[in-house]
């Protein structure tokens, strides 16, 4: 699975990953995306498949 990842608003970790607004991030070849530790988070995720 090919995923990218932008934070809106607030803070997270993506994969183990901090992230903050304005952050993204490009995952590539995972079988899964977890997203944990939200704090007032606004997030896109969009598939590259």
């Known amino acids: 699975m090919h995923v990218a990842v932008q ?3 607030g803070k997270l970790t993506v994969n183990g990953e901090a992230l903050s607004a304005g952050d993204a991030a ?3 070849d995972v079988s899964k995306v977890t997203l944990e530790h939200g704090e007032k988070a606004e997030v ?3 598939d590259l498949a």
Do not use: D, M, Y
């Open 26 to 28: 490009k995952l590539e």
């Open 44 to 46: 896109l995720l969009f």
């Open 7 to 9: 934070v809106a608003r």
